[in-house]
C-alpha cells in the first residue's frame, strides 16, 4: 500500500512562492509517475507537473516557467517549487502517484493503458493566493 502525505500549502499574495511537499511511504519502485494535480472551487481536476522514473517532467502551459517539480528518492518525497503565483493558481493541491507500466508523461498529467495500473492520492494541500 502506497500513502501519501501532502504539506507545505497556505495563503500567499500575487507574486509569492510556496514549496509543497509530499511524503511518499510504501513501495513505488519500478515504473511509476509522480503528478501534482489541483482543483479549484466549483472545477475540475488539473494536472499541472509530472515527474516520472526516468526523471522525465512535464508541465501544463499555466505552470510552465513558474513552477518546479522534483523527487528525492533517497527521502522518498515529491516537491512543487512555486514562484510568481496568480490567484488563478488557488486550488487544493493533490500529489498523485501512478504505478504502472507503459506510462504515458506529457502536458504535467501521466496515463496508462496498463490494465493492472495503481493510483494512489493524497489528502491534499491548500493554496490560496490572493490579489
Known amino acids: 500500500q502506497v500513502q501519501l502525505v501532502e504539506s507545505g500549502g497556505g495563503s500567499v499574495q500575487t507574486g509569492g512562492s510556496l514549496t509543497l511537499s509530499c511524503a511518499i511511504t510504501?513501495?513505488?519502485?519500478?515504473?511509476?509517475?509522480l503528478m501534482w494535480v489541483r482543483q479549484a472551487s466549483g472545477k475540475g481536476r488539473e494536472g499541472v507537473a509530472a515527474i516520472d522514473s526516468d526523471d522525465i517532467t512535464t508541465y501544463t502551459d499555466a505552470a510552465k516557467g513558474r513552477f518546479t517539480i522534483s523527487q528525492d528518492r533517497p527521502k522518498n518525497t515529491l516537491y512543487l517549487q512555486m514562484t510568481a503565483l496568480k490567484p488563478e493558481d488557488t486550488a487544493m493541491y493533490s500529489c498523485?502517484?501512478?504505478?504502472?507500466?507503459?506510462?504515458?508523461?506529457?502536458?504535467?498529467?501521466?496515463?496508462?493503458?496498463?490494465?493492472?495500473?495503481?493510483?494512489?492520492w493524497g489528502q491534499g494541500t491548500q493554496v490560496t493566493v490572493s490579489s
Open positions: 498523485v502517484v501512478l504505478i504502472a507500466s507503459r506510462i504515458y508523461n506529457s502536458g504535467g498529467y501521466c496515463s496508462s493503458a496498463d490494465s493492472e495500473r495503481r493510483n494512489y
Open positions: 510504501g513501495d513505488i519502485s519500478g515504473s511509476y509517475c
